[in-house]
């Protein structure tokens, strides 16, 4: 059954020439009569076989259009939890709501800048799973953040709340800047090898 249904994908997506994922899983369900989920998997373990090369109607040229495309969503996420987090560690003061800065805090300092070490190092994403990469995350933060204590000690500002905010929120923002590059480089060499 699953070799038949291998078989009608690849025989469907070479009729349609080069169909976008909705395009082809539509053509599955009018035409081949499959339920929506099921011709939605079999595009998806047809395409991670390697079996089905699906490509963007049209793809991003440059790094800034990159950047507002879907591939780069984790980007703007991650952006969007620094300030946030910042916002939470410098402004809320109420007892209520002190449980949230704690819960952002804490992710902000013991996640994220080595979470986005390990994106910067390894763009694909493909060499670790989703335990391995919380463990190295969690690791990796243990590491860097005393290490920007001991410089910031050596500054004018010293290691008060601002400045390791400031300077965490900055090494942060800079690692993700490095992967969101480092995959569109990734991601442009994969267009050019299935072209």
Do not use: C, H
């Amino acid at each position: 059954m699953t070799a038949d249904l291998d078989k009608l994908v690849k025989e469907t997506a070479n009729s349609l020439g080069n169909p976008t994922p909705p395009e082809l899983v539509d053509k599955l369900v009018k035409d081949q009569g499959l339920k929506f989920k099921e011709a939605s998997k079999a595009v998806y373990v047809a395409w991670k076989k390697g079996e089905l090369n699906i490509s963007e109607p049209n793809p991003p040229s440059n790094l800034w259009s990159f950047a507002f495309n879907l591939e780069s969503l984790w980007f703007w996420g991650l952006t969007a939890l620094v300030a946030f987090t910042m916002l939470t560690v410098f402004l809320v003061n109420s007892s209520t709501l002190l449980y949230v800065r704690y819960v952002f805090g804490g992710l902000f300092v013991l996640f994220l800048p080595g979470a986005m070490l390990i994106t910067a190092l390894d763009p694909r994403g493909g060499e670790l799973d989703g335990l391995e990469k919380l463990a190295l995350s969690i690791g990796l933060s243990l590491a860097i953040v005393p290490l920007v204590g001991l410089v910031l000690n050596y500054t004018p500002w010293g290691i008060t709340l601002t400045p390791i905010m400031v300077s965490l929120a900055v090494f942060t923002e800079a690692l993700a800047v490095s992967a969101l590059v480092r995959k569109y480089r990734y991601y442009k060499l994969s267009l050019e090898w299935t072209a």
